[in-house]
């Protein structure tokens, strides 16, 4: 069983920052793609950052330049730093994972239960 468990969300003034971290555990042989989603109120999920096994980095162009993203192979985490908070940042965060269990298993998808992040204005 693989567990992916998010930590940071918050409430912050625009032009703030906070940082989220994502742990995973569990039956893990490698990571394929790790990224962090966003769901704001009536809107549908949208991806946020992603990075690749090789470390390959992706950001949305709406938080390209403001949101950084981290890994720490060691640990199994990935962490998402994100600066110059705007209202329109305000979505619950979810830490995302398509890894393999062993050697031989296919890519699995995973989900985070979800973090809050609240921006006013």
């Known amino acids: 069983q693989v567990q992916l468990v998010e930590a940071g969300g918050g409430f912050v003034q625009a032009g703030g920052s906070l940082r989220l971290s994502c742990a995973a555990s569990?039956?893990?042989?490698?990571?394929?793609?790790m990224a962090w989603y966003r769901q704001a109120p009536g809107k549908q999920r949208e991806l946020v950052a992603s990075?690749?096994?090789?470390?390959?980095?992706d950001y949305a162009d709406s938080v390209n330049g403001r949101f950084t993203f981290s890994r720490d192979s060691a640990k199994k985490t990935v962490s998402l730093q994100m600066n110059r908070l705007k209202p329109e940042d305000t979505a619950v965060y979810y830490c995302?994972?398509?890894?393999?269990?062993?050697?031989?298993?296919?890519?699995?998808?995973?989900w985070g239960q979800g973090t809050q992040v609240t921006v006013s204005s």
């Open positions: 995302n994972a398509v890894l393999l269990q062993t050697a031989i298993s296919a890519p699995s998808t995973y």
């Open positions: 569990g039956s893990i042989y490698s990571f394929n793609n």
């Open positions: 990075i690749t096994s090789s470390g390959r980095i």
